[in-house]
């Protein structure tokens, strides 16, 4: 049977509604990185959006619905990112260069969502605990996997692969959630994009040093 195209009213509806959610999630998540869960207020995200509290209401019933699509939307471009190790067939050091980029990209184009994000961790994930075990986990072990094979195929240095991905999630995300003291200790307002250039040039030789294979009879210095 022919497939049947729905109208383009209803077309543009959907668009529109798509559009006023994104605009709602994207000043949330200023409001949630800045004042957390607890203190943050729909009221002040409908202001904040250009609309009433029961407008707001009408497209997130609860503020918890409301976090819950943002942290849900900083997880989803997180995973992305993530997803690009599992790949043993790639060379490690292009994939690990090419990770540590995104993950810098990400802290840098979107620092409120992974403030909210690493408030939420730090808090001891309270409301997403769930979300965190059953997709972050998962991807983790697969990731691992790979850093596994890489290592018994000889290209990586024997190394524990989920304490390196730990040290490249701290030091990446730091670039966001603790950008103000680093500006302070920079004496400047705000990071800029050659202090991501500068960053992403020493965790990567960090890195690859760490998965480095030593010639043979090389004492590793």
């Known amino acids: 049977m022919p497939t049947v195209k729905p109208p383009a009213k209803i077309n543009r509806r959907v668009q529109n509604r798509d559009k006023l959610e994104a605009e709602i999630t994207a000043e949330a998540v200023r409001v949630f990185a800045e004042c957390g869960y607890e203190g943050t207020s729909i009221a002040t995200v409908a202001e904040n959006a250009g609309l009433s509290k029961q407008n707001l209401m009408y497209y997130f019933p609860t503020k918890q619905a409301l ?3 943002v942290l849900d939307e ?7 990112r993530m997803d690009s190790l599992a790949d043993a067939d790639q060379d490690p050091r292009a994939v690990l260069r090419t990770y540590v980029q995104a993950k810098l990209k ?11 994000y690493a408030m939420e961790v730090i808090s001891g994930a309270p409301l997403y605990g769930g979300q965190i075990q059953s997709r972050v986990v998962p991807l983790v072990r697969k990731d691992i996997e790979v850093f596994e094979q890489w290592i018994s ?14 040290a490249i999630w701290a030091m990446t995300q730091s670039y966001a959630d603790f950008s103000a003291q680093m500006a302070l200790v920079l004496n400047r307002k705000q990071l800029t ?4 250039d500068d960053a992403e040039q020493v965790i990567v030789d960090m890195v690859l040093a760490a998965i480095s294979v030593q010639p043979p009879g090389g004492d590793g210095r």
């Open 153 to 166: 195929a000889g290209k990586i240095a024997p190394i524990n692969a989920t304490h390196l991905l730990f």
């Open 74 to 80: 900083v997880l989803d471009e997180w995973l992305a």
């Open 106 to 116: 990400f802290s840098r184009e979107h620092p409120w969502a992974s403030r909210v």
């Open 193 to 196: 994009k050659k202090d991501f």
């Open 67 to 69: 976090y819950q699509r």
